[in-house]
């Protein structure tokens, strides 16, 4: 069984390793810039360049950031693992449910309790977080984090690095561009442009002054 190098070491990473964990994989350790606290039988192997000592033939690497809005440094984080020659292992905790008629490319992680169902599409290093659901044929664009509790509806477009907050829901066709944080809570009844922050009931675009936390 090929082992995997953990990419991070706060709590995005210990959610990422307990899904890992229950699929029985092994993990070798973990990267950081600094020692975090995932626990004695993950050791602490250094900082990415670390990676430089690996045979990319050997292991698979996991993304262990999350996003709290912008999805930026998840996304540069994978790219920098993918140009050293390294691929990306998917982690679907065995209490997710992915339907087979769905599509997960490489890198994404569905998380305890999260749902795809039937043809929906999850692009590269998406992560469907803990009880979050994406209905059919739902587009997830890649680096695109969809947090827990967030409900997608069907034939919705998400486009490349979105981020949708906690327990947001967006309604049946809505697009959401590339670059758009959806805010916690938020109820999206209408197209999102790219680069958007939006918030509310209904959601509604904030000034960039206002979008320290969403």
């Given at each position: 069984m090929?082992?995997?190098?953990l990419?991070?070491?706060?709590?995005h990473a210990r959610?990422?390793?307990a899904?890992?964990?229950a699929?029985?994989?092994i993990?070798r350790?973990?990267?950081?810039?600094?020692?975090g606290?995932l626990?004695?039988?993950?050791p602490?192997?250094?900082d990415d360049?670390?990676l430089?000592a690996?045979?990319?033939?050997?292991?698979?690497?996991v993304?262990?950031?999350g996003?709290t809005?912008?999805?930026?440094?998840?996304q540069?984080l994978?790219?920098?693992a993918i140009?050293?020659g390294?691929?990306?292992?998917?982690?679907?905790?065995?209490?997710g449910f992915v339907?087979?008629?769905?599509r997960?490319e490489s890198g994404v992680q569905?998380?305890?309790g999260a749902?795809?169902?039937?043809?929906?599409v999850?692009?590269?290093?998406?992560?469907i977080n803990s009880?979050a659901i994406?209905?059919h044929?739902v587009?997830?664009?890649?680096?695109s984090?969809?947090s827990p509790g967030a409900?997608?509806?069907?034939g919705?477009?998400i486009g490349?690095g979105?981020?949708v907050?906690?327990?947001?829901r967006?309604?049946?066709g809505?697009?959401?561009?590339s670059?758009?944080v959806?805010?916690?809570g938020?109820?999206?009844?209408?197209?999102?442009?790219?680069?958007?922050v939006?918030v509310g009931?209904?959601?509604?675009?904030?000034?960039s002054?206002?979008?320290?936390?969403?």
């Amino acid at each position: 069984m090929t082992e995997l190098i953990l990419l991070g070491g706060g709590g995005h990473a210990r959610s990422v390793l307990a899904a890992a964990r229950a699929r029985k994989l092994i993990v070798r350790g973990y990267l950081a810039p600094e020692a975090g606290d995932l626990g004695v039988d993950c050791p602490y192997l250094g900082d990415d360049d670390f990676l430089g000592a690996l045979d990319p033939e050997e292991v698979l690497f996991v993304n262990g950031l999350g996003s709290t809005a912008a999805t930026t440094a998840r996304q540069e984080l994978y790219e920098r693992a993918i140009a050293r020659g390294f691929h990306a292992a998917q982690i679907v905790h065995p209490r997710g449910f992915v339907d087979p008629r769905s599509r997960l490319e490489s890198g994404v992680q569905v998380l305890a309790g999260a749902f795809v169902n039937s043809g929906a599409v999850v692009g590269e290093n998406a992560l469907i977080n803990s009880g979050a659901i994406i209905e059919h044929d739902v587009m997830v664009g890649a680096h695109s984090h969809v947090s827990p509790g967030a409900v997608v509806a069907g034939g919705v477009r998400i486009g490349d690095g979105v981020h949708v907050g906690l327990g947001a829901r967006v309604i049946q066709g809505v697009i959401l561009g590339s670059g758009s944080v959806i805010g916690a809570g938020a109820v999206v009844i209408r197209d999102v442009p790219a680069g958007a922050v939006v918030v509310g009931v209904p959601a509604r675009a904030i000034e960039s002054e206002k979008r320290e936390a969403v």
